[in-house]
């Protein structure tokens, strides 16, 4: 009974690792029935995430929330709210385009009944706008601008005085209050720690990526892999080719690659790069991060200092 319970426990956590990344692994599907492949189609997500999912107000509660926690200068912080923003960017993805409970709710369709492949991809178009100015800026800005923590316990940005608005780089639209000041001995015990994480990593004598440009690396490529499906998904629903001229069909594509162009030390050069890498299906994801993390290493404070 106990290797039973434990097989039941390793499939049930398989099904679960699966679901988080199913969808960027697979080619969207033109319709849903073929969505509907036993061997392809995500699990459905159960309990309080689904219902998170399902929820407007619940699902802006939580970005929200995440995004303030990219505020505290403090590793495992800053950590875990990267980790959470891009599976919810995955997991918004998973759902709406698998025709899940999230197109339902959208366009009113009873749960299990077939969608059309249109009703799926305007659900998904809906849903995923969040992801350029709602999570993309954001991490963009957590690189070119990280907080940081003064040996008097302040926590500010670069260059900023406790409690004035913090000045940020140019293709960034809004200023944002600076965040909450530590306490001097919190500040004292974590200032190392985070100086270390915003710092380059020595490599055969050259600056390399810091741990933060590293962490902030999945986070970024998962919302430009997330909207590249949403495109690739669009252009087969039309039967045209999924090329970068036709790019003007998915607006939070475009607004997505106007974004990373305006941070510092990149052009546009550089992001068409990266989106025809990940427009091709033979490069392998593991090369679309490295060209998301280089990228995100030049547009960095520490290398733009």
């Not at 969608?115 to 659900?123: C, Q, Y």
């Not at 100015?133 to 800005?141: F, H, N």
């Not at 600056?207 to 495109?231: H, I, M, N, Y």
Request: aromatic share 2%; hydrophobic share 40%; charged share 20%.
């Amino acid at each position: 009974p106990s290797g039973d319970a434990a097989g039941g426990a390793g499939n049930k956590k398989k099904k679960r690792n699966r679901n988080c990344y199913a969808a960027l692994a697979e080619d969207a599907p033109a319709s849903t029935e073929a969505a509907k492949d036993k061997d392809q189609q995500a699990s459905p997500m159960l309990g309080a995430p689904a219902f998170v999912l399902r929820d407007p107000g619940l699902r802006e509660g939580v970005r929200s929330a995440l995004v303030r926690m990219l505020e505290i200068p403090e590793k495992d912080t800053v950590s875990r709210a990267i980790v959470g923003l891009a599976h919810l960017s995955i997991q918004l993805w998973n759902t709406a385009a698998s025709g899940g409970d999230m197109a339902a709710v959208s366009h009113g369709a009873r749960d299990g009944a077939p969608r059309e492949a249109g009703s799926v991809i305007h659900a998904a178009s809906d849903v995923l706008r969040i992801l350029p100015g709602g999570i993309l800026r954001p991490l963009a800005r957590l690189v070119v601008t990280p907080p940081v923590t003064s040996p008097a316990g302040a926590g500010q940005a670069t260059g900023t005085q406790p409690g004035q608005p913090v000045r940020r780089n140019s293709f960034v639209e809004q200023e944002v209050s600076s965040p909450v000041a530590p306490c001097p001995m919190l500040a004292s015990v974590i200032q190392q720690s985070w100086a270390t994480f915003v710092s380059p990593v020595r490599r055969s004598g050259k600056d390399g990526p810091s741990e933060l440009v590293c962490e902030a690396t999945q986070g970024v490529w998962a919302v430009l892999s997330v909207l590249t499906k949403l495109f690739q998904l669009q252009c087969r629903k039309l039967g045209l080719p999924a090329s970068l001229d036709k790019i003007y069909l998915c607006p939070s594509l475009v607004e997505a690659g106007q974004l990373c162009q305006k941070m510092p030390n990149t052009n546009e050069e550089d992001v068409t790069s990266i989106l025809t890498m990940l427009l091709e299906g033979n490069t392998q994801e593991t090369s679309q991060r490295a060209a998301v993390r280089a990228l995100l290493h030049e547009a960095s404070a520490t290398s733009s200092a």
